[in-house]
């Protein structure tokens, strides 16, 4: 039996794992049994701007759901936003973006970007469109007539343009635009299905208006919880330094992945591994650092190989973690409030912890390559380097001064 027949509750069962809302939450189902009733398969889409050129784990969330829909037999469809692009997604956001790319440097980038999506959804199988391609034939009364179907009100109800306006931050007329055109690709592309992030819903529910003024079936938006990045607390992000990137070294992501705080390995391995969830539990019922192990080798097998990952395993174990840590090392509590933004200068996270009696002697400590931070001890560079805290984080002050923060 084809995978696109599959009963609707087998269905069910792969799309909706790490799936934090589904809206409408009932529609889903239903559409589901239609395609199967009728052979055709939905269209899902998944829309990427590219403004870099590194993919990270954060952007496989919602590719490895697309992923999932292609292998039940549905439509995966990519829209590269080289005319979003230039505007700049303002989801989450304090204040507009600095700097607008060219469409030389957008292309150059969705050439990148479509490369690296390629390790997670079968492009062979997948429709790709360029935004630019409706949007660059509008004549200006075309915007002003699409323009004239979303009130500045409803654009106020979006978390990030309420926050500005309470602020009296400015908002710019061309950001008002972006959740516009996000909305109308799906009006273009005839999607069934929208996936994205949380942040996305407001632009999700505006193309199921547009959809339903157009006379077109309306899509369902499917979200998925925000990964958080290295630091356990913000969402993952290259600006952030917090990323693993996909394209990463195996022995660079292995690194990477054992710096993870405890508290985050469950939702690694729900949104970024298939491993069945009572077999999750299991694995972290043991130690953390062998949880670790097998949740890094399990995601580099899927860019790499499974001998690609163990060598970066080995290599790991053997260079870093070959038993080198200390059996009792302490647990010292910082609060939330003590950082800034997640983070804390070099020598004031000394302090703070109590490894180092004053600010003067946490900077001589550092000056004199003492100070490391991490289980591989990544050597501190400068007194004012500012550190991610995050839960389970190793300090080393000299040989015999160390400790594990725990965040409270």
């Known amino acids: 039996m084809p995978a696109a027949f599959a009963a609707v509750e087998d269905q069910l069962r792969v799309l909706t794992r790490g799936v934090e809302k589904i809206v409408p939450g009932d529609e889903l189902a239903r559409k589901l049994q239609h395609s199967r009733d009728t052979g055709i398969p939905l269209r899902v889409k998944y829309g990427i701007d590219p403004t870099g050129i590194d993919v990270h784990l954060g952007h496989t969330v919602p590719l490895r759901k697309i992923r999932q829909f292609q292998d039940l037999g549905h439509q995966a469809v990519i829209i590269i936003g080289n005319y979003t692009a230039m505007v700049g997604d303002p989801s989450g956001r304090d204040e507009a973006r600095s700097k607008r790319l060219t469409e030389a440097e957008v292309e150059a980038n969705a050439r990148n970007y479509l490369e690296q999506v390629g390790k997670v959804v079968d492009m062979s199988r997948a429709e790709v469109h360029r935004n630019g391609d409706w949007f660059g034939r509008m004549s200006f009364a075309e915007v002003l007539n699409l323009c004239g179907r979303v009130t500045v009100a409803q654009l106020l109800t979006r978390e990030d343009f309420a926050k500005r306006y309470r602020e009296e931050r400015p908002i710019f007329l061309h950001e008002c635009l972006y959740p516009v055109m996000q909305a109308w690709d799906s009006v273009e592309i005839r999607s069934d299905v ?19 003024q157009q006379g077109l079936n309306q899509q369902i938006g499917m979200m998925s919880p925000i990964l958080v990045g290295l630091d356990g607390i913000r969402r993952m992000g290259k600006s952030l330094g917090n990323y693993i990137g996909i394209s990463e070294h195996p022995y660079e992501m292995m690194k990477k992945f054992m710096q993870l705080p405890d508290n985050v390995m469950k939702m690694y391995f729900e949104l970024l591994t298939e491993v069945p969830l009572e077999q999750v539990d299991q694995i972290l019922a043991g130690h953390p650092k062998e949880a670790k192990v097998s949740l890094a080798k399990n995601v580099i097998a899927q860019y790499y190989d499974a001998a690609q990952a163990d060598e970066a395993a080995a290599r790991w174990q053997g260079e870093i973690g070959g038993g080198s840590l200390p059996a009792d090392i302490p647990d010292v509590s910082l609060r939330h409030d003590q950082l800034q933004d997640g983070a804390l200068p070099a020598f004031r996270l ?10 003067s002697e946490a900077r001589r400590l550092i000056a004199q390559g003492g100070a490391k931070f991490g289980p591989e001890k990544t050597p501190i560079e400068s007194q004012d380097q500012l550190i991610l805290v995050h839960d389970g984080l190793l300090i080393w002050a000299g040989k015999k001064k160390y400790c594990r923060v725990r965040l409270g």
């Open 194 to 212: 929208e996936l994205g992030g949380t942040e996305q819903l407001y632009s999700f529910m505006l193309a199921r208006d547009l959809q339903a």
């Open 350 to 359: 000394l302090t703070e912890l109590s490894l180092c009696a004053s600010g």
